[in-house]
T-cell receptor
Framework: NAGVTQTPKFQVLKTGQSMTLQCAQD?????MYWYRQDPGMGLRLIYY???????DKGEVPNGYNVSRLNKREFSLRLESAAPSQTSVYFC?????????????FGDGTRLSIL | SQQGEEDPQALSIQEGENATMNCSYK?????LQWYRQNSGRGLVHLIL?????REKHSGRLRVTLDTSKKSSSLLITASRAADTASYFC????????????FGTGTRLQVTL
């Protein structure tokens, strides 16, 4: 099993460009999450999807949109990239909301906005 | 805002020694989880301790939880060079639809 797969692994954008980060999981998990990680900090939740068909804002949603395309896929879109969005983005999934289960992470997308 | 704060921020030990990391949090939790992150990689789940548990073991890992003090500790015994990584605690806060809130992490360096 691949687990959680994120594409692309690296990307450089110019300010104002748009981009979609892709995430897919093959573990039949219900919940999916997008985080960003900045130097010296932990992960901060951008958006999450507790189940297929639902999405909710996390701690830092401004400048982002998400789509839960189906049970496997959860994409993150930057409509107009800004330098402050330079970060490493992680997608995670979890078997079910409300259960004492861990999250499973992809290896991240390293995004630079010039 | 960060729910969890790890202490110390960085820790350097020699192979074979034990490493202890602490995590403090602010609000009631369903569970607390510890993750490891190797350089350039995603987070890997290590251990989960529920709010009604006080201690849990997994191999060389020992986790304690004190809900009255809102704190947890992760002990890695007989450390190895391969344990070099950043370690994060994450809290599953009660009533938040199982969202995790991560601390800022402890960077562990294990030297030969």
């Amino acid at each position: 099993n691949a687990g959680v797969t994120q594409t692309p692994k690296f990307q450089v954008l110019k300010t104002g460009q748009s981009m979609t980060l892709q995430c897919a999981q093959d573990m039949n998990h219900n919940s999916m999450y997008w985080y960003r990680q900045d130097p010296g900090m932990g992960l901060r939740l951008i958006y999450y999807s507790a189940s297929e068909g639902t999405t909710d804002k996390g701690e830092v949603p401004n400048g982002y949109n998400v789509s839960r395309l189906n049970k496997r896929e959860f994409s993150l879109r930057l409509e107009s990239a800004a330098p402050s969005q330079t970060s490493v983005y992680f997608c995670a999934s979890r078997t079910a909301s409300g259960s004492n289960q861990p999250q499973h992470f992809g290896d991240g997308t390293r995004l630079s906005i010039l | 805002s960060q729910q969890g704060e790890e202490d110390p921020q960085a820790l350097s030990i020699q192979e074979g020694e034990n490493a202890t990391m602490n995590c403090s949090y602010k609000t009631s939790i369903n569970n607390l989880q510890w993750y490891r992150q190797n350089s350039g990689r995603g987070l890997v789940h290590l251990i989960l301790i529920r709010s009604n548990e006080r201690e849990k073991h997994s191999g060389r890992l020992r986790v304690t939880l004190d809900t009255s003090k809102k704190s947890s500790s992760l002990l890695i015994t007989a450390s190895r060079a391969a344990d070099t990584a950043s370690y994060f605690c994450a809290t599953d806060v009660a009533g938040t639809a199982s969202k995790l809130t991560f601390g800022t992490g402890t960077r562990l360096q294990v030297t030969l």
